[in-house]
Each structure stands twice: as structure tokens, then as C-alpha cells.
């Protein structure tokens, strides 16, 4: 991981995200997920990762809730499947938590797809504690199953 660069999104990195979002999540539409308001607006609470040939390695777009004190959304995080298993997103996860912590928030939250069985697995690896899937939770037909992450 020495060979890559991490700063905070720009705009021009939306359109990045955007090209790949879909094939890094197995072929699922994703990319209407992820508007460019969330790289506006929450450059501050998110990270790009690119690699030593400044490809797209990684991404995550959080926020601090602004209803919620306790609490750092995460909407969107994603690592190259070619960088998976690397300790990526696991780094993505820290850095957001040490920020969340600094700024006195104690709950890391996302929510995921059931069937995406990919990041119920690699949440629960980093600590998240996964709730029962919630019907609806997005629509009709947009079951949601809620993780959080206490932050000690």
C-alpha cells in the first residue's frame, strides 16, 4: 500500500467513480447511487485512493450526519477487486473512524443490499455489527440490512 496516494475526492474524481462503480459491484447498477453532490459536499469525510500509475484503487464518501451527532454515515465504499484482500478498504474504515472519533462521533453506520453477500462479509471482518434485513428500506422492493460500528 506504500505505492498509493490518498487525498480527498475533487470533482473530476465523480466521473472516475462513476466509470467503475458499476463493474467493481459485480455488474449491478450502482452509479445512479452516487450523485455528485455527495463529492461537493462531502470531500471532507471521504477519500480517493489512487495507485503509482494514478488509476482509481479506492474510494469512500461519508458524512457526518447532521441529525445525528453520534453518528458518520458511510454511503459509498469501493476498492478494485484486483486490491481486495490488501488491507484497502480496512485502511478506507480507519482513517474515516479516526476522523469520526476526532470530531467526537462514536458510530460508524451504512447499509448494504442483502444479496450483496461481498460487503456483509467484509463489514462484519471490520467490526460492524449487521442488523436484520429491513423490507422497503429504499422503495418497494429495496431491502436494506443496516451495519454500525461503535467506535471506542
Known sequence: MESLTWRRPERADHARIIAVVDSWWGGRAMAAMLPRLFVDHFAETSYVVDDADGRLAGFVIAFMSPDDSATVYVHFIGVDPALRGSGLGRELYARVAGEAKAA???????????????????HKAVGFDIGPVVPDYDGPGEDRVPMNLLLS
Open 104 to 122: 467526537g462521533r462514536t458510530r460508524l453506520a451504512a447499509v448494504t443490499s442483502p444479496i450483496n453477500t461481498t460487503s456483509l462479509a467484509f
